[in-house]
């Protein structure tokens, strides 16, 4: 299973767009990459999931270079909703989910 | 979309006792689920992975005897804290495989139960 480095932590205002990147350099070829949210004392909630090049939903964006060896989870305009711990995931298939640190999300008014 | 309901999401027991939670898949069958625990500022450490019909495979260091899990059908699986001491006190989230690379990632994720051993 691929291992995922993120930055601890990171902060924003309202209304910025916060782009937090996530490493994997030994990811493998059929893994998929995907993001969970987190509030406390919920569980994780998807995000988005990629493989390759550029994906967008409703609610985000992620980047992911040709190597594929890192990807980029972007957050337009966020609010204080947003404030949250945000997981990358390397996988696919049928492995277990492993977690990583987070990233922990905090927007400033 | 895929849900999965995790019951009760708080309990308060006694050292000593034990304690069950249950994890259901409402609307998709779920061979395989999934036990995290929690703990304040930390992230999610996988405990056991529940396949329905055999027994769980549980991660390193996790006491199977203390964590007994149950996966009788394709919608529920239960964890069960034994003999429940207050360092057991976590959250504890089920997840199921809710198909390959679907809407949700494939995984869908309980909303946890908050277990306080006093």
């Known amino acids: 299973l691929a291992k995922t480095t993120q930055p601890i932590s990171m902060d924003s205002y309202e209304g910025q767009e916060v782009n937090i990147t996530c490493s994997h350099n030994?990811?493998?070829?059929?893994?998929?990459i995907t993001w969970y949210q987190q509030f406390p004392s919920q569980g994780p909630r998807f995000i988005i999931q990629?493989?390759?090049t550029k994906v967008t939903n409703e609610v985000a964006s992620l980047f992911i270079p040709a190597d594929r060896k890192s990807s980029t989870l972007s957050l337009p305009r966020v609010s204080l909703s947003d404030t949250a711990v945000y997981y990358c995931?390397?996988?696919?298939?049928?492995?277990?989910?492993?977690f990583g640190a987070g990233t922990r999300l905090a927007v400033h008014p | 979309g895929a849900v999965v309901s995790q019951h009760p999401s708080r309990v308060i027991c006694k050292s000593g006792t034990s304690v069950k939670i249950e994890c259901r898949s409402l609307d998709f069958q779920a061979t395989t689920m999934f036990w995290y625990r929690q703990f304040p500022k930390q992230s999610l450490m996988l405990m056991a992975t529940?396949?329905?019909?055999?027994?769980?495979?549980?991660e390193q260091g996790v006491e199977k005897d203390k964590f007994l899990i149950n996966h009788a059908s394709l919608t529920l699986s239960t964890l069960t804290v034994t003999s429940a001491h207050p360092e057991d006190s976590s959250f504890y989230i089920c997840?199921?495989?809710?198909?390959?690379?679907?809407?949700?990632?494939?995984?869908?994720f309980g909303s946890g139960t908050r277990l306080t051993v006093v």
């Open positions: 990629g493989y390759k």
């Open positions: 030994n990811i493998a070829t059929n893994d998929y």
């Open positions: 529940s396949n329905e019909g055999s027994k769980a495979t549980y």
């Open positions: 997840s199921a495989r809710s198909g390959g690379q679907t809407a949700s990632g494939g995984y869908t």
């Open positions: 995931l390397v996988g696919g298939g049928y492995n277990k989910l492993i």
